[in-house]
């Protein structure tokens, strides 16, 4: 099973939204998603996420709350959230960053993240790390191959 953490960088007012322009894999390119990639073998689902975002935004951030976990046949991911100085992250790959509100996403992000950020920044369900397990026809839809 592949497993994965991505994670979404909010101004401390819960106005904007740190996203990235995806350019792999293929079904994401030119779209725009939270920031994060593959878990390692042996790695924490928490200190990947640290990782993630310190290799693609060059910020290391210990705060990252996870607030939802997607599942699918053969993969998961868990979706965490921070909050910060979101313009002080700056593209470390060949992936470029974008700041954007949090309220009026623009029409090219993932699908998913017209109903994940609204629950990434709703206060009754942070902390409580909800699964939602996902159909093996519906496994695009999650965020993750």
């Known amino acids: 099973m592949q497993t994965y953490a991505c994670g979404f960088l909010f ?29 390692e073998p042996g790695e ?19 705060d990252w709350d996870p607030v939802v976990r997607l599942a699918g046949p053969d993969w998961a991911g ?8 979101v313009d002080a992250a700056r593209a470390m790959t060949d992936e470029e960053l974008e700041v954007h509100p949090a309220a009026a996403l623009p029409p090219d ?17 942070a902390g409580r790390a909800y699964t939602v397990t996902v159909r093996s026809g519906d496994a695009g839809a999650g965020g993750f191959p």
């Open 11 to 39: 101004s401390p007012d819960r106005s904007r939204v740190l996203l990235i322009r995806k350019r792999r894999p293929a079904w994401q390119a030119g779209k725009l998603n939270g920031v994060g990639g593959k878990i």
């Open 44 to 62: 924490a689902p928490a200190d990947a996420m640290r990782r993630e975002f310190r290799e693609e935004a060059g910020l290391d951030l210990p």
């Open 78 to 85: 868990t979706f965490y959230r921070a909050f910060g100085d």
């Open 109 to 125: 992000v993932i699908p998913n993240l017209r109903w994940l950020i609204p629950l990434l920044l709703d206060e009754d369900v």
